[in-house]
């Protein structure tokens, strides 16, 4: 087993958290484009936020 010093530790826990706050943004991304999509073909509110797992109050905005 190599040897690692705490920093490297560190180092290495913090990319991991960042790679996972911007996998989450990347998925928040393409949910809401998704969205749009589903707006623009005029599915009801209820059907987005079902099918996308978005709040309907992250949905409104998209409607108008």
Known sequence: MPYVTSWERIARKK???EGRVKERVNVKKTKLETAKKMVK???PIDAIAKYTGLAKDEIRPLMQ
């Open 41 to 43: 073909d005029n599915f």
């Open 15 to 17: 990319a991991l958290a």
